[in-house]
C-alpha cells in the first residue's frame, strides 16, 4: 500500500479515536498516540522524505487536510469534555446564599511581636536581627556568662554538631553583642526573634520559643529611664491601667538587676496579685567593656520578655503548644 492509500484509513481511525475518548486522560493517551513525537500520524508524514519528487506534493497536500481534521476533532473532544466535566451533576440553586471566601489572618505571634515593635518605635527604637545559629563568644562569653554557668551545658543548649561549638541561640540577647560592636552610641534597639533551649514540651515550656530583648545604651542613662520604658510598653500592650514593679533578681550580664512583675485586672481574675513577665537590668560594665565601651562614660539597660507569655496572658491561652499546632479552629480565633 502506497502511502497516499494509508492517509484516509489512518484519518479514519484516528477520528474514531478522538469521539470516543471520554476524559482529559484518554484524551491525552489518543493525542499522544496520533500527534505525539512517536504518534501514528507523525511517522507517516516522517515518511514523505522516501517519496518521489512528483508524488511529494501530493501527499503533503493530503496529509496536511488530514491533520487539520484530526487537529479540528481533538479540538471538539477538548471542549465536550471540559463541558462535560464543568457542569454540575446536580442541579444548582441559584437563589441560595454563596459562600464567602475565607480570609487569612496573621499568626496571633506574629500580631502581639508586632505591637511589640511599635510601642518601642513610638520612643524611638528600631529593630535589630542576628543569626539563630550563634556562638559560644556571642550567646555567653561577651554578656559575662562564665564557662561553668549552668545555661551552658548541653542539657540546657542546643549545640550544633560542627567545628567551633557553634549552637542554637537561647536568647537574643546575643544581638546586642554584635549590635555594639558595629555601632557606636547612643543604641537603642529591640530584637524580636526565635530562641532555643532544652526544654520538654508541656503546657508552658517549648523546646523553640520567640524572644524580644530591648537596649539602650547612651551617657546618663539610670534605672529611672528602664523603669519608665517597661512602664510605657507594657500599658500599651496589657492595658492603661496595668502597674509595675521591679524585684532584686540576679542576671550575668546585667548589674544590678531585675525581675518585672505586673498588675492588672487579668492577674486579679487569675486570683494573683502579681504575676512575673519579664528580666531587666543595667548592662554589666564587663560587657560594655568587651565591645570596646569605657562604662566611666557610658551606661544602659537591657531587658527581655517571651513573645508567647504575652500572648498567653493576652488572649488567655493556656497551653503555649497551641501556638504551634497549626488548627486552624485555634487560629480562626484571632
Not at 3 to 24: C, G, R, S, W
Not at 115 to 131: M, Q, T
Request: proline share 6%; hydrophobic share 40%; glycine share 6%.
Amino acid at each position: 500500500m502506497s502511502l497516499l492509500d494509508e492517509i484516509d484509513p489512518l484519518k479514519a481511525e484516528a477520528l474514531v479515536e478522538f469521539n470516543a475518548a471520554t476524559n482529559q486522560s484518554s484524551l491525552d493517551r489518543a493525542k499522544g498516540a496520533w500527534l505525539g513525537p512517536q504518534g501514528r500520524f507523525t511517522g507517516l508524514m516522517k515518511q514523505m522524505g522516501a517519496l518521489s519528487k512528483e508524488d511529494r506534493p501530493l501527499a503533503g497536500q493530503a496529509i496536511n487536510a488530514a491533520k487539520t481534521e484530526i487537529e479540528k476533532a481533538l479540538q471538539e473532544a477538548r471542549e465536550r469534555i471540559e463541558l462535560a466535566t464543568a457542569a454540575p451533576r446536580e442541579p444548582s440553586d441559584f437563589t441560595a446564599p454563596g459562600r464567602r471566601p475565607s480570609l487569612g489572618r496573621l499568626h496571633p505571634l506574629t500580631q502581639v511581636t508586632e505591637d511589640i515593635v511599635k510601642s518601642f518605635r513610638k520612643l524611638g527604637f528600631v529593630v535589630a536581627d542576628g543569626p539563630e545559629i550563634e556562638d559560644e563568644y556571642h550567646c555567653f562569653d561577651a554578656l559575662n556568662t562564665p564557662a561553668d554557668h549552668p545555661a551552658r551545658d548541653a542539657q540546657d543548649t542546643f549545640y550544633v554538631a560542627s567545628d567551633g561549638r557553634p549552637l542554637l541561640r537561647t536568647h537574643t540577647s546575643s544581638v546586642q553583642i554584635r549590635v555594639m560592636k558595629e555601632q557606636k552610641p547612643p543604641v537603642r534597639i529591640i530584637v524580636p526573634g526565635r530562641v532555643y533551649r532544652r526544654d520538654t514540651a508541656d503546657a508552658t515550656h517549648n523546646p523553640t520559643f520567640h524572644q524580644v530583648e530591648g537596649l539602650y545604651v547612651d551617657r546618663d542613662v539610670t534605672v529611672a529611664d528602664l523603669k519608665g520604658t517597661v512602664e510605657f510598653v507594657f500599658r500599651e500592650l496589657m492595658g492603661s491601667k496595668t502597674k509595675i514593679r521591679f524585684r532584686p533578681h540576679y542576671f550575668s550580664y546585667t548589674e544590678p538587676s531585675f525581675e518585672i512583675d505586673f498588675a492588672n485586672s487579668l492577674t486579679r481574675k487569675m486570683g494573683k496579685d502579681w504575676l512575673e513577665i519579664a528580666g531587666c537590668g543595667m548592662v554589666h560594665p564587663a560587657v560594655l567593656e568587651e565591645v570596646g565601651l569605657d562604662p566611666e562614660e557610658w551606661s544602659g539597660w537591657a531587658f527581655g520578655f517571651g513573645i508567647e507569655r504575652i500572648a498567653m496572658l493576652r488572649y488567655g491561652i493556656n497551653d503555649i503548644r497551641l501556638f504551634y499546632e497549626n488548627d486552624t479552629r485555634f487560629l480562626h480565633q484571632f
